[in-house]
């Protein structure tokens, strides 16, 4: 049974930093696009950063680009966003995502995802 588990939310000032992680489990990370959503009160969820099984590399929305980090464990099955220089506007619930389509068989990585956690607070005062 996939599981994605997020952990490390809490609140911050801004300016400040925080590190989020999504524990996997009922599959290894390591042939599967990974990625973490922001979703802001009242707003629809939106991918921030995303991490491709293929070739590692990482892509970043402008918002966040030079602020956060994707990070990808595949030894620990865990993937993680380091976030620094937090805005108020970075505040909301972060949900770390996956698809069950592995890398080799999708047509487009980092463009389709079908499964989230459940996701972790995180609170920017200024």
């Known amino acids: 049974q996939v599981q994605l588990v997020e952990s490390g939310g809490g609140s911050v000032q801004a300016g400040g930093s925080l590190t989020l992680s999504c524990k996997a489990s009922?599959?290894?990370?390591?042939?599967?696009?990974i990625a973490w959503f922001h979703q802001a009160p009242g707003k629809e969820r939106e991918g921030v950063a995303c991490?491709?099984?293929?070739?590692?590399?990482?892509h970043y929305i402008d918002s966040v680009q030079g602020r956060f980090t994707i990070v990808r464990d595949n030894a620990e099955n865990t993937m993680y966003l380091k976030m620094n220089h937090l805005r108020s506007e970075d505040a909301g619930i972060y949900y770390c995502?996956?698809?069950?389509?592995?890398?080799?068989?999708?047509?487009?990585?980092?463009?389709?995802?079908?499964?989230w956690g459940k996701g972790t607070q995180v609170d920017v005062s200024s």
């Open positions: 995502g996956t698809t069950t389509t592995p890398y080799f068989i999708a047509q487009r990585e980092c463009t389709y995802f079908d499964y």
């Open positions: 009922g599959f290894t990370i390591d042939y599967y696009t």
């Open positions: 991490s491709k099984a293929s070739d590692g590399t990482t």
